[in-house]
C-alpha cells in the first residue's frame, strides 16, 4: 500500500515537473509561484508522513503506523484528484455548447463563447430598454397634445390624443424591469469575470495544497469544491442555458411617429388662431375657421377610439411586441440566472462533500 | 474535424463512464482489500442502473401521444388567454380614452379688463362708446383668463383607469413569462434538460445538480400543463366557454362608473338604476354576493378586472409554486435536497 502510493507520488511529480513550465488554465495564466506551493506542499505532507511512519516504527505503534497509512492514501488521492483535474479542465475549457450538443472546439471555446454570449444578451436587453424609452418619449408626447379654438379670446380646449397616454403608462414599467434585467446580467457578466480571475482560479492550487494535510484537509476539498464549481462548471451551465433559449426572440417595438399626429394638430392650432386673429375680415369667418379647426381636430382624434377600423391592430402589436420582449427577458435575465446559480450550487454541494465539507452557496441567489 | 455529442449521447456516455469507474473502483478495492470501496463501488452501480430505468422511463413517458396532446391543450389555453388579456387592454384603452377626452374638455373665457369696464360701461350708459378704453389695452398686458372643465367628475375614474393600467403590466408579463417558460421546457425539456439531468446524475461529485434538472424536468413538464389545464377546467365551470373576457364589456365602464358618479353629482335621478336605487351606488356597481361578483357571467369592467388578476396572475403562480413545490419532492425522491423557494421569488 506504502509501496504504490509513493509510486503513484513520484509518478506525479514528473508529470506536474513536465507541466510546469506552462501554467495556462482557460486562457489564465497561473503565477508560477502557485504552482510551487501546490508541489511543495504534496512532498512537505509527504515528508511528515514518512517521518511519522517512521516515529511509529521506532516506537513500534501500530496505531501511529495505520494512521501514516491512511493520511498517504488521502495524499495519493489529493495527487489522483489533481492529474484527473489537469486533464479534464483542458478538455472542459475547449468545450463549445450548442443547441444539438456539446463539442470540442478551440482553446478556451467555453469562456470566449460564453462571455460573447452574455455580452450579446447585455447588449440585447439594453437595445430593448433604449427602443421602449423611445417609444415611451413618443406616446407620451403625442398623449399630451391638446387642442381647440379660440373665438373673440374665448377658448376651447381638449386633448385629442389621450390614448397614446394609456400606452406609455403600460411601457413605464416595463421599461423600467427591463433595465433591471440589464443590471442582472451585467451582473452575471461581472460574476463570470471575477471566478475566472487569476485571483479566484488561485483557490483551485491552494485547496489541493490544502488537502494534503491533514488538519486542513476538509477546508481545502471545500475550496476545491467552490473554485471547480464557480471557475469552470459554472461557465459551462451559463453556456448550456444560453444554448437552451437561442436565439433570442426580441421584436422592436414600432412606436409613433410624433411629428406625424403633432403637425397637423399644430397645423389645425395655426388655422384656429389665424382665424380667430382675422377678425377683420367679419366674425363669421373667425367663426366657421374655428368650427372648422374644430370638427377637423375631433376627427383626427377619433381615430384612437376606433380600435376596429385599424388602429387598434396597430396598438396591439406593440403591445404584443413589448410582452413578448420582455417575456423573453425575463427569461434570459431573471429566471436562466436563477436555475443556472441553484444548479451550480447543488454541484457544488455534492463536489465539496465528496472532497471535504458540504456547502451551500445558493446565497448569490439573493443578488439576482 | 469536431464531432458533436448530441444531449442524449452525453447522458449515455455518462452512465457508461460511471459504470467503467465504479468496475475500475471495484477492482480497485479487492488490490488494496477496501470494503469501503467495493460498498461505495456496488452503490454507484446500483445508482447508475437506477438512472438508466429513469432515462428510459421518462423519455418514453415524454413521447407518449397522450402527453403530446394535453400540453399542446395547455399551450392554446394559455395562448388564448393571453390573447384575451390583450384584447382587454385594448378595451381599456378605448374606454379610458373616450373618457379622458371627454374630461379635457376645458372651456375658456378670456376677457380683457378694457372689455369688462367697456360692458359695464355699455350696461349703465348705452350710449357710451368705449374706443379710448380698447386703445389703452392693446397689447394684452393685462388680460385674464377664467377656465372651466365641466367633465372633470370623470377624473376619479380616469385615475382609478390609469393606476389599473399600470398594474395589468403584472399579469401580461406574468403570462408571456409561463409561456416563454412553456416553450423552453417543451423545446428543450427531453432533449436537453433531461439527457444533461442524467449525465449529471451519473457521477457522485454531481449527483445533486442532476436530481435538481431530473425534478425541475418531471415538475415543469408534467405538472405545470396539469395545472394550466387544472386553471381552464376551474375557469370553464364558472363561465361560457366560448364567451371572452372583455366581451360585452365595452359600455360597461362608463355605465359602471359613470352613472353613479353623475347620480352622486345630482346630475341623474332614481330613474336611471330602475328599482334597486337606494341612494348607495355601490349596490349598482356590485352584486350582492361574492358569488356573481366573480362568476356571474357577465362582463363587467369589476369581472374583467378581477378574472385578470385570477386567470392571468393568481392562477399561473399557483400552478408555479405547486410545480416547484412538487419538484423538491421529486428530487428528495431521488435523493437530494434542493431548496427550490428562492426559485420561486424569483418566478
Same mark, same amino acid.
Given at each position: ?15 506536474? %515537473? ?91 471555446? %467555453? ?89 479566484? %482560479? ?67 392650432? %395655426? ?98 | ?109 378670456? *376677457? ?13 350708459? *348705452? ?22 372643465? $365641466?367633465?372633470?367628475?370623470?377624473? $376619479? ?129 356590485? *352584486? ?27 392562477? $399561473? ?31
Amino acid at each position: 500500500m506504502m509501496k504504490q502510493s509513493y509510486i503513484l507520488i513520484s509518478l506525479f511529480l514528473t508529470i506536474a %515537473l513536465v507541466q510546469a513550465s506552462s501554467g495556462d488554465v482557460c486562457g489564465v495564466v497561473f503565477s508560477q509561484d502557485m504552482l510551487s506551493i501546490f508541489f511543495t506542499g504534496v512532498i512537505f505532507s509527504s515528508l511528515l508522513i514518512s517521518l511519522w511512519y517512521m516515529v511509529g516504527k521506532l516506537l513500534d505503534s501500530p496505531d501511529i503506523e495505520s494512521v501514516t497509512k491512511v493520511e498517504i492514501q488521502q495524499v495519493g488521492i489529493t495527487i489522483v484528484i489533481a492529474l484527473i483535474l489537469s486533464g479534464l479542465l483542458q478538455i472542459l475549457c475547449n468545450i463549445s455548447v450548442s443547441p444539438e450538443g456539446i463539442e470540442l472546439g478551440q482553446k478556451n471555446a %467555453l469562456m470566449l463563447s460564453t462571455e460573447s454570449k452574455i455580452k450579446d444578451a447585455m447588449k440585447l436587453t439594453l437595445e430593448a430598454y433604449l427602443d421602449m424609452s423611445q417609444a415611451l418619449f413618443d406616446y407620451a408626447a403625442v398623449g399630451s397634445a391638446s387642442t381647440g379654438f379660440i373665438v373673440y379670446g374665448n377658448a376651447v380646449y381638449f386633448s385629442p390624443f389621450p390614448v397614446y397616454s394609456f400606452i406609455a403608462q403600460s411601457i413605464a414599467p416595463v421599461s423600467k424591469m427591463t433595465l433591471f434585467a440589464y443590471f442582472s446580467l451585467v451582473f452575471q457578466y461581472v460574476l463570470l469575470k471575477i471566478v475566472h480571475s487569476q485571483v479566484f %482560479l488561485a483557490l483551485l492550487p491552494i485547496g489541493l495544497t490544502l488537502r494534503a494535510f491533514p488538519i486542513v484537509r476538509k477546508f481545502g476539498g471545500v475550496l476545491i469544491g467552490v473554485s471547480l464549481g464557480m471557475s469552470f462548471i459554472y461557465p459551462l451551465i451559463v453556456a448550456i442555458g444560453f444554448a437552451a433559449i437561442e436565439p433570442l426572440s426580441y421584436k422592436h417595438l414600432n412606436g409613433i411617429s410624433p411629428m406625424e399626429y403633432l403637425l397637423p394638430v399644430g397645423t389645425i392650432m %395655426l388655422a384656429a388662431t389665424l382665424g380667430g386673429a382675422v377678425t377683420a375680415l367679419g366674425p363669421l369667418v373667425a367663426l366657421i375657421s374655428a368650427i372648422t379647426a374644430f370638427t377637423s381636430t375631433a376627427a383626427i382624434s377619433a381615430l384612437p377610439l376606433g380600435f376596429d377600423i385599424g388602429l387598434g391592430d396597430f396598438v396591439t402589436g406593440d403591445l404584443h411586441s413589448l410582452y413578448a420582449s420582455f417575456g423573453t427577458i425575463m427569461l434570459v435575465a431573471f429566471f436562466m440566472p436563477a436555475l443556472e446559480v441553484l444548479i451550480v450550487s447543488a454541484i457544488v454541494r455534492s463536489l465539496s462533500a465528496s472532497l471535504g465539507t458540504e456547502t451551500d452557496i445558493s446565497g448569490i441567489l439573493r443578488a439576482i | 474535424m469536431s464531432v458533436v455529442v448530441t444531449w442524449s449521447m452525453l447522458a449515455i456516455i455518462g452512465i457508461t463512464i460511471s459504470f467503467l469507474l465504479s468496475a475500475l473502483v471495484y477492482m480497485l478495492s479487492h488490490i488494496f482489500s477496501s470494503e469501503m470501496m467495493s460498498a461505495w463501488s456496488k452503490h454507484e452501480i446500483q445508482t447508475a442502473l437506477l438512472t438508466i430505468i429513469l432515462f428510459v422511463s421518462l423519455t418514453s413517458l415524454a413521447n407518449m401521444q397522450f402527453v403530446k396532446e394535453y400540453t399542446a391543450g395547455a399551450k392554446n389555453y394559455l395562448s388564448n388567454l393571453y390573447n384575451d388579456a390583450i384584447f382587454c387592454q385594448v378595451s381599456l384603452y378605448s374606454s379610458g380614452s373616450g373618457l379622458a377626452m371627454i374630461s379635457s374638455i376645458t372651456f375658456s373665457i378670456n *376677457p380683457t379688463i378694457a372689455s369688462i369696464k367697456n360692458a359695464f360701461n355699455v350696461f349703465l350708459n *348705452p350710449q357710451t362708446q368705449s374706443g379710448d378704453e380698447k386703445k389703452s389695452n392693446e397689447g394684452g398686458r393685462q388680460n385674464w383668463s377664467v377656465g372651466i372643465s $365641466p367633465a372633470s367628475f370623470m377624473q $376619479p375614474v380616469l385615475i382609478a383607469l390609469s393606476d389599473i393600467q399600470s398594474y395589468l403590466f403584472i399579469p401580461f408579463t406574468t403570462l408571456q413569462f409561463h409561456l416563454q417558460l412553456f416553450t423552453f421546457i417543451f423545446n428543450k425539456g427531453a432533449t436537453m434538460i433531461l439527457p444533461l439531468g442524467i449525465f449529471l446524475r451519473a457521477f457522485k461529485f454531481s449527483r445533486h445538480g442532476g436530481n435538481l434538472l431530473i425534478a425541475l424536468f418531471i415538475s415543469l413538464y408534467f405538472i405545470l400543463p396539469a395545472m394550466y389545464l387544472f386553471g381552464d377546467s376551474l375557469m370553464q365551470s364558472k363561465f361560457n366557454t366560448t364567451q371572452h373576457m372583455c366581451e360585452n364589456y365595452k359600455p360597461s365602464l362608463v355605465s359602471e362608473f359613470g352613472t353613479p358618479l353623475l347620480a352622486k353629482a345630482g346630475l341623474g335621478g332614481p330613474e336611471s338604476f330602475g328599482d334597486n336605487w337606494d341612494g348607495d351606488f355601490a349596490k349598482i356597481i356590485l *352584486p350582492e354576493s361574492s358569488k356573481d361578483l366573480i362568476f356571474n357571467g357577465k362582463s363587467s369592467f369589476t369581472t374583467v378586472f378581477l378574472r385578470m388578476i385570477v386567470e392571468c396572475t393568481i392562477l $399561473p403562480m399557483f400552478a408555479i409554486i405547486v410545480s416547484l413545490g412538487l419538484a423538491r419532492e421529486f428530487a428528495l425522491l431521488l435523493g437530494s435536497d434542493i431548496d427550490f423557494s428562492q426559485l420561486v421569488r424569483v418566478v
